[in-house]
């Protein structure tokens, strides 16, 4: 005999008149963080072409003078300045609701500010994703190419770009490429970066997901190959092991740890990129700065665009590391 169900609310029968569980819970599966382009400072970009110039100092000289000679050779002070350029680049979301959408109740709710927000929070991750990326600049050509900014994984380059003096570029030292990353080569990377701007830095290290556990083994083992275990001593209460290492100390800076944005990473199969930042090199140039406008209704309902115009500005590419490989 026929019974009452619950499963079929297509047909005459109990199911129609069963009330929707909905929660008003919303919940967005993604990452959402932008750590580069939240920690930069931001100027302002006043040309599609976003320039600065670096300069160095001569080599320290032991060389005496006699007392009662003249000066006969005068230096330029000035010869070894040069000029580093990134392009802007544009970046756009879009967004609309539909008049129906926009009237009735919903979860979330999913309306046009709520659309919006959802633009502005994607239109970050694409901003991050260029400013990690390992692309070179472009310049728009009227014909399909998109002016496009070089991203800091290009900028970390011991033999380039071309257009960087080799004076200002990222010495090999403080780039991991091949091989194991160890306790060892993090100290090596940073005493590079020292060895450049003579300053103890304060550095951020802005890891992916497998770098990012490797250097949290740091706390563990010495990372030599004499396989020496650390002892780690804790309150007898506290029923907490805290191996996550947030803050690293070396001879020649500090390294604060940073998750990276996976969604936003160079490498997203390996996950095993990082790069060594110091804040004071590096800044997010706006042309057009973050904004939303809206569009026309044309009768289907609210529509609008967010957008950001710049560029990323690094000041000295050699105050800079990075790590591709882990292993």
Sequence with gaps: ??????????????????????????????????????????????????????????????????????????????????????????????????????????????????????????????????????????LEDGTGTASQCRGLGDWIDSAGPSDVPAAFRTPAGSIHASGAFTETVMNTIITSIYRVNGNVNNLTLVADTALRRIVSDFALSSGSTDTVYRQIQQQAGDKTVRLQVEMYESDHGIVQIVNMNPDCAPDTTNKDYGYFINF????????????????????????????????????????FGKISVVA
Excluded: C
């Design 1 to 138: 005999m026929a019974f009452s169900n619950t499963y079929d609310t297509t047909n005459p029968g109990s199911a129609v008149s069963n009330r929707e569980d909905l929660t008003d819970a919303l919940t967005i599966l993604a990452p959402q963080e932008t750590a580069v382009l939240s920690l930069s400072p931001k100027t302002k970009a006043k040309a599609t072409s976003h320039d600065w110039t670096v300069d160095t100092l001569s080599a320290p000289s032991l060389t005496p003078v006699a007392e009662g000679t003249d000066v006969t050779v005068f230096a330029d002070k000035f010869a070894n300045r040069a000029r580093l350029a990134n392009y802007v680049t544009e970046r756009q979301r879009s967004y609309m609701v539909s008049k129906r959408q926009q009237a009735v109740e919903s979860v979330g709710p999913a309306k046009l500010a709520q659309a919006e927000m959802k633009a502005i929070k994607e239109l970050k991750r694409d901003i991050e994703i260029t400013l990690l990326g390992v692309q070179d600049r472009a």
């Design 280 to 319: 004071d090199y590096i800044a997010v140039a706006d042309l057009i700065p973050l904004g939303s406008t809206p569009s026309p209704d044309l009768g289907a309902g609210a529509r609008g665009w967010v957008d950001w115009t710049g560029t990323l500005e690094v000041l000295h590419p050699g105050a």
